[in-house]
T-cell receptor, first 108, second 114 residues
Framework: GIQVEQSPPDLILQEGANSTLRCNFS?????LQWFHQNPWGQLINLFY???GTKQNGRLSATTVATERYSLLYISSSQTTDSGVYFC??????????FGKGTTLSVSS | GAVVSQHPSWVICKSGTSVKIECRSL??????MFWYRQFPKQSLMLMAT?????????EQGVEKDKFLINHASLTLSTLTVTSAHPEDSSFYIC??????????FGQGTRLTVV
């Protein structure tokens, strides 16, 4: 099955800083999503991005499917950005496979 | 985006009893739903794929007799943890794909077996 590696595992930032989270995956995929898991466990959809680049406010993501990686950019981080960020690629019709996540802590 | 609703959000049960968790797609039909399990500070691990009108497909190492999955309609899948024991305590979360293949997740169910 697909192997997913996320880096860094932990990230500590001051409010206002920028960051880049990386996701490498082992096989070709038709689907890739980024999620933010809040303290109550809810997975918040950030991006559905099997390829290309998307932006949503202070967040943007890029997936280079041919090179099997995706990046999540967070600019001007805020304390509310704290939490765990998961990358989850998958193939058509099958379940998403989750990486181990990046735990982000933003302090004021 | 599409809405997936999971119930209950949390449940405490006695060892040896069974617990049913429901997962509903509220505004779309889902022929396939997925069940995951998450231990504290760990990633989500796929347990099984639930197929409407047919048997679920379980991942290696997941006991199908302990985790019964039923997908009786295009909007409802249920996971029943049978004869629950403390080691079954975990966070269970379901997902379904919307029309464009994007996956949406339920709120999750925190199960504690005492």
């Amino acid at each position: 099955g697909i192997q997913v590696e996320q880096s860094p595992p932990d990230l500590i930032l001051q409010e206002g800083a920028n960051s880049t989270l990386r996701c490498n995956f082992s096989d070709s995929v038709n689907n890739l999503q980024w999620f933010h898991q809040n303290p109550w466990g809810q997975l918040i959809n950030l991006f559905y991005i099997p390829s290309g680049t998307k932006q949503n406010g202070r967040l943007s993501a890029t997936t280079v499917a041919t090179e099997r990686y995706s990046l999540l950019y967070i600019s001007s981080s805020q304390t509310t950005d704290s939490g765990v960020y998961f990358c989850a690629p998958g193939q058509a019709g099958t379940a998403l496979i989750f990486g181990k996540g990046t735990t982000l802590s933003v302090s004021s | 985006g599409a809405v997936v609703s999971q119930h209950p959000s949390w449940v405490i049960c006695k060892s040896g009893t069974s617990v049913k968790i429901e997962c509903r797609s509220l505004d779309f039909q889902a022929t396939t739903m997925f069940w995951y399990r998450q231990f504290p500070k760990q990633s989500l691990m796929l347990m099984a794929t639930s197929n409407e009108g047919s048997k679920a497909t379980y991942e290696q190492g997941v006991e199908k007799d302990k985790f019964l999955i039923n997908h009786a309609s295009l909007t409802l899948s249920t996971l029943t943890v049978t004869s629950a024991h403390p080691e079954d305590s975990s966070f269970y979360i379901c997902s379904a794909r919307g029309a464009n293949a994007e996956a949406f997740f339920g709120q999750g169910t925190r199960l504690t077996v005492v």
